[in-house]
């Protein structure tokens, strides 16, 4: 596990071995795990951000977007 980005609102955790990506909301308390063809076309649209504008509020906004339909989790 690699972590990728990290900001006050999200985290992108890489998992090489499961070609996969674990994407964390914070303060939304949701988590998406995506492997395989979506996590290639997930890793292909954050790389297309432009270099410029790959700040944390530009890639939280794709974030917020790329997250609408994960569900909430919760701690038993």
Do not use: W
């Not at 090489?16 to 979506?38: C, H, N, W, Y």
């Amino acid at each position: 596990m690699n972590i990728v980005y990290n900001s006050d609102q999200y985290s992108i955790l890489a998992y090489p071995a499961q070609e996969g990506f674990e994407v964390v909301d914070k303060s939304g308390g949701r988590m998406l795990f995506i492997q395989g063809e979506t996590a290639f076309f997930f890793r292909k649209a954050i790389d297309t951000i432009p270099e410029e504008e790959r700040d944390e509020e530009t890639i939280d906004d794709f974030l917020d977007t790329y997250c609408a339909g994960a569900r909430p989790f919760s701690f038993h």
